[in-house]
């Protein structure tokens, strides 16, 4: 058709719909498993109708946007299909690779996009791999570029290659957000995850990269990785090993060396005696016995004995007989002479999973156990192992404890196995004396407790002694039952304690207004300052206006500085004379985040008199960020403070905290600084945040600095993040001379996004349509819309 020129024939094809309402061309692609082909005709259908913008302006534009529409449609479509579930089409042969490959190239976010290709992988054939190359290439992301070129290379060796220089090319991230970036965050890490399936004929290309890493960790990681099988490259691990200067870390490194250099196993155990932290050696011990040769063990039980925590020597001892059973006999000899019954118990139950004669043993020494609390933690664990017939036993022991709270919740563990312990257990819990133990009991228990014994629960909870347990209990239960309601404000009124009787106040309030001023006149009576606080700050929400000064009274009284600096922000709406006040409390705040968000809150109410003072606070915190967002707050009173905020935003290490920074003072910033800001977005290095912040700084610019914008929006190669920037700028583009062929450029970046965006974008993109076409043209836009969303519903 398209050789014949016939263009209009092929326009109509592609708009056709089948007897369904579907499209019938795109439904023809799909079902031999070529959608892809659907897509590659829109894209000549469009290369076709640009040509005829001169004769044919008005239905140009239309037959563009209907293809932009048919794009977003798609995508929409391979958005809403999970990775895992494109994979698993493709394996169950409801779609072919190549279905499975077009909805991962229409998914827009390049991190879906390298999930989706990676879980079709498996089922490829080569002859796909062109394609799926070129889709890769797409991703401008270095962790995730590597992340699915490796999972390509498991299968198709030829690109390990690209694999590595993926990999090479990656931004080491550190802190947390290392923890958060998907994919590779850092080299080191990527060299871990691909070694053993790495051909040896790539490892010296991965040594360059190792030792390109500059940070000594990710270096000494990198070779320990590579020198599993690289064996000339040890000497060089070892020695980067040894520079890491936590003795935890560098024993860990060692030890993963040693693997391949037993004779380096005594210099992890001497690195790991170092360890100052106990925790961490008993951790580094319990890995480095999982690989001791017999030789060793008199050294590593040497170790172990230096260890000052009983429970944890135990622990270890009994970690070195799971691999070494023949160290069963030490180590029990060693349990059984620990004096700490519990602690015997514990180590007694876990041997028991390796000699299941200790149980009866294990039993015998929980029956000694003193602390009834501790007896009862030992047989809910044993209750775990014991066969039926030792159950009796256990429910004997169990019945042997005399506090009512432990039994309880003992009797509460078995009844998972013995239901019918739940009278019992119900029946001890009500002779529990301690009641915020008996009201644990009770939660426990009622989450195991059958309809008939509910009301049994209720008439525990009646007898409950102490007021502030058994009001909160009423009130939870008045929810359920709000005939309850009076009897547990009666029982709230008898609660002794201030704060106790106060939070309950404060709850009930909710249902009874009238409570308040009894509950202000409660919280001046509280004696511990930081409680008072807290009660406060709740209270000052919902106070009425009579009962402010005494408020302002019990504030005053108030020792901690954030704290009172809170509540008499607070109470500045109602006393502005306050401010000063608080502004000085709040000079003496420790936290800088604490300070700057006290300054925030204060400033929006500050009077000019005092806001030389709230800057000069400002400019005593260290944070660049902290600072900038203080300044941010001020200049919305003090404009000739946003050159100071910008210069400080332009000094804040981390890329998204600088763009939030811009996003908080672009409002306020004059013509003057424009420039400055724009800048400063230009200059972030991630793609994502500099589509963000041309994004929040686009309807502020004037015409020079918005088509300096949009230019540095070209600039972005993530087809995905420049249309999330290009979204932003949309609405600002009149200002500029659209030409039809900017136009085109645009509309085909704004098809990277899903249906609903393009379709929020209308208004925006209406003026461009009037401009380049007229009215007749946006209104068969919106019968394309019409049409399209039918085929795709």
């Known amino acids: 058709m398209e050789q014949a020129k016939q263009v209009q024939e092929i326009h109509g094809l592609l708009q056709a719909s089948n007897a369904d309402g579907r499209n019938g061309w795109y439904e023809a692609c799909d079902g031999i498993g070529k959608p892809a082909g659907f897509v590659n005709d829109v894209a000549r259908a469009w290369e076709l109708a640009k040509k005829n913008y001169k004769n044919e ?32 089409l493709v394996e169950k042969e409801v779609w072919s690779p190549a279905q499975g490959l077009a909805y991962a190239q229409q998914a827009q976010n390049p991190w879906q996009r390298a999930v989706c290709i990676s879980k079709i992988v498996p089922h490829m054939p080569e002859s796909l ?30 690109l390990w290659s690209d694999v590595l220089v993926a990999i090479g090319q990656i931004q080491d991230r550190y802190g947390d957000h290392r923890d958060s970036t998907q994919g590779f ?52 691990a070892v020695a980067a090993t040894r520079e890491i200067a936590s003795s935890y870390y560098r024993a860990n490194a060692l030890r993963e060396l040693s693997k391949q250099q037993p004779k380096l196993l005594p210099e992890v155990i001497a690195v790991t005696r170092e360890i100052a932290d106990e925790s961490e050696r008993v951790s580094a011990l319990r890995e480095l016995s999982k690989q001791l040769p017999p030789e060793l063990l008199p050294e590593v039980i040497a170790v172990t004995r230096e260890i000052a925590d009983e429970s944890e020597r135990a622990s270890i001892l009994c970690e070195l007989s799971k691999q070494l059973p023949e160290l069963l006999p030490e180590a029990l000899a060693v349990t059984r002479k620990i004096a700490d019954e519990y602690k015997r118990a514990s180590i007694l139950c876990e041997l028991s999973k390796q000699l299941p004669e200790l149980l009866l043993e294990a039993l015998a020494v929980t029956r000694k156990i003193i602390n009834e609390f501790s007896r009862a933690s030992i047989l809910c664990e044993l209750s775990k192992q014991l066969p039926p017939e030792l159950l009796p036993e256990v429910l004997a022991v169990t019945r042997e404890i005399a506090n009512e709270s432990p039994r309880a919740s003992a009797l509460s563990k078995l009844s998972k196995q013995l239901p019918e312990l739940l009278p019992e257990a119900i029946a001890v819990t009500r002779e529990i004396t301690i009641e915020s133990s008996r009201i644990s009991m009770l939660r426990e228990l009622s989450k195991q ?45 008898e609660i002794a304690d201030e704060y106790s009787r106060v939070s309950v106040l404060h709850k009930l309030s909710n249902q009874f207004p009238e409570l308040l001023p009894e509950a202000l006149a409660v919280t001046r009576e509280i004696t511990f300052d930081f409680f008072r606080a807290h009660v406060l700050r709740e209270l000052s929400k919902h106070l009425p206006p009579e009962l402010l000064p005494e408020a302002l009274a019990v504030t005053r009284e108030i020792v901690n500085g954030s704290s009172r600096a809170s509540i008499l922000s607070e109470l500045s709406k109602h006393f502005p004379e306050l401010l000063s006040e608080a502004l000085a409390v709040t000079r003496e705040i420790t936290s800088e985040s604490e300070r700057v968000y006290a300054l925030s809150e204060l400033s929006k109410q500050l009077p000019l008199e005092l806001l030389s003072e709230a800057l000069a606070v400002t400019r005593e915190i260290t944070s660049e960020s902290e600072r900038a967002s203080a300044l941010s707050e001020l200049s919305k009173q003090l404009p000739e403070l946003l050159p100071e905020a ?3 935003t332009r000094e804040i290490a981390d890329e998204s905290e600088r763009v939030y920074g811009i996003q908080g003072m672009s409002k306020q910033l004059t013509p003057e600084l424009l420039p400055e800001a724009l800048s400063i977005a230009i200059e ?6 500099r589509a963000v912040a041309l994004s929040n700084l686009a309807k502020y610019l004037p015409e020079a600095l918005l088509a300096k914008a949009l230019e540095m929006m070209w600039q972005i190669q993530d087809p995905y993040f420049r249309s999330r920037a290009l979204r932003g700028l949309l609405p600002y583009l009149m200002k500029l001379t659209i030409t039809f062929a900017d136009w085109t450029v645009m509309l085909e970046v704004l098809a990277y996004q899903n249906r609903k965006n393009l379709l929020e974008e209308l208004p925006d993109i209406c003026p461009i349509i009037l401009e380049l076409g007229d009215e007749q043209a946006f209104s068969d836009i919106l019968q394309a819309v019409r049409d399209v969303c039918a085929q795709w519903p």
């Open 57 to 88: 302006p008005g239905e140009t534009l239309v037959l563009l946007f209907r293809y932009a529409l048919m794009r977003t449609s798609i995508n929409s479509m391979a958005s809403n299909v999970p990775a895992e579930l494109v994979g698993a």
């Open 129 to 158: 791999l062109p394609e799926v190359q070129k889709t890769v290439g797409q991703i401008k992301e270095a962790a995730y570029r590597s992340y699915v070129l490796g999972k390509l290379a498991e299968k198709f060796p030829q």
């Open 185 to 236: 965050s850092y080299r080191a890490y990527a060299l871990q995850k691909i070694l053993d399936k790495l051909p040896a004929d790539y490892l010296s290309e991965a040594l360059v990269i190792a030792r390109q890493i500059e940070n000594t960790d990710d270096q000494a990681l990198a070779l320990v990785t590579l020198s599993k099988q690289l064996s000339k490259l040890l000497p060089e």
């Open 449 to 493: 407790l059958p309809p008939e014994l509910l009301s049994e629960a209720l008439a525990v909870t009646r007898e409950i002694a102490d007021e502030y347990s058994r009001a909160s209990v009423l009130h939870k239960l008045s929810k359920q039952l709000p005939e309850l309601l009076p009897e547990a404000l009666a029982v709230t009124r």
């Open 646 to 648: 910008l210069a400080v």
């Open 684 to 689: 972030l290095k991630d793609e994502s945040s």
